[in-house]
């Protein structure tokens, strides 16, 4: 099957303009501005079933159609902030593929009307940000960006904007806290970003990856992204497969693929390392709850979708799938997810910044060997006081390996604390 998404590995060079223009690259846009109504353009991405890549699994096209027509001027960001442990996806696309994403971008912005989006980067990207520019100065200077394009009345402008690396960036009201120059810290919602985002504007905020959809959609219609994926989820995904794998990488591959296929296929995963057993997957990255396996075989043919996955008691997530094996022991893991999480807590809510720090202080002692079982029951107890009373899903996010760590492999714990 061709690539969608990761494109350039089909077509090598992708990412130099001329090439992604002989190849029917822009020609979606060009087609939009000139011959559809910015609505028709939302009613392909919302008849496609395209969800959001960034996590959450949004309808994209419904997402769209939210944008406050009353309040003007509308913007649009591109969330390439890319900061789960685990997910290393919109990096290869804005590296290889990046007119493509680009040109999904232009749409979405065309679609909701707005003459400036953005393209917010982790502060570590500032490699791909400064490619980025050159890629939009050259769009600029073939007449896909600019004033009045092709001789219409739309104008459209990119700029790129580098964060400071922090985590709680990628959550889209602290991206434009932070896109506005100020502390990356979340906004009560609502308002959303539809009605209320960037300066107060009505904004729309993607994933890249979902934008890098756009493209192909609207040149090769809506009917044909649902040929590929599952009713419930269309079209293709790329995983993000890391962890005790033999092949650790990118694959693009459709929504419904069993994660044994994503596992074990020779042109995936190749199987875990040393032929060891499948203990445990993480299939959202470290927010993730962690998904049993132990040797169960009916659990690796579960189909990758987003609802098939909620069935084992897990969210798919931006599919950032990190394979535990039985080398691994839950209270390490757990340790390891909390430290990130207490270091990237912004601080601004009271159950997250306290109880990110009472999980790392009671995990350390768990991890050293010197933790009793009461101190893994307060743990758990920390962590479900929390659930629920956060501001936004960072804090969450905290809790998820450690009750289900706890819950589900209680023998870990067992092991790591003192009689
Ligand atoms: C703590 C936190 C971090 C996030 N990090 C990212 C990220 O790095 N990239 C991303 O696209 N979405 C991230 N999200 C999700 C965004 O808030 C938002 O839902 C997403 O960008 C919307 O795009 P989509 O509809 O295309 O999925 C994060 C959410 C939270 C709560
Ligand atoms: S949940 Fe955590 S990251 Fe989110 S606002 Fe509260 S303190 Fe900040």
Redesign the pocket.
Known sequence: MAYVVLRHRDIPDLNKFDTYKNNGGLDAFKKAVTEMKPADVTDVVKNSGLR???????P?GM?WSFIDNKNWPHYVVA?A????PG?FK?REIMESNPFQFLEGLMLASYAVGANVAYVYLRGEFWEIGAALDEKIAQLEEAGYLGDKLFGTDYSLRIHTHLGAGA??C???TALLESLEGKRGQPRVRPPFPPSFGLYGKPTI????E?FTNVPMILANGADWYKTMGTADSAGVKIFSLSGRVRRPGNYELPFGTTFRELIYGEKNGAGVQDSRQVKAIMPAGASSSLIVVNGDEKILDTPMDYATVRTLGADLG?ASIIVLDDTVSMDWLVNKTVHFFKHESCGKCTPCREGTFWMKNITERIHDGAGTQGDVDLLLNVAKQMQGKCL???GE?ATMAVTTGIERFPQDFKKAVKA
């Open positions: 959001g890549r960034g996590g959450a699994g949004f994209t997402k969330n902030d890319e900061s789960e997910t919109d985590y709680i990628g959550e889209e905020i993607n994933n890249v979902t931006s936004c899903a960072l996010f």
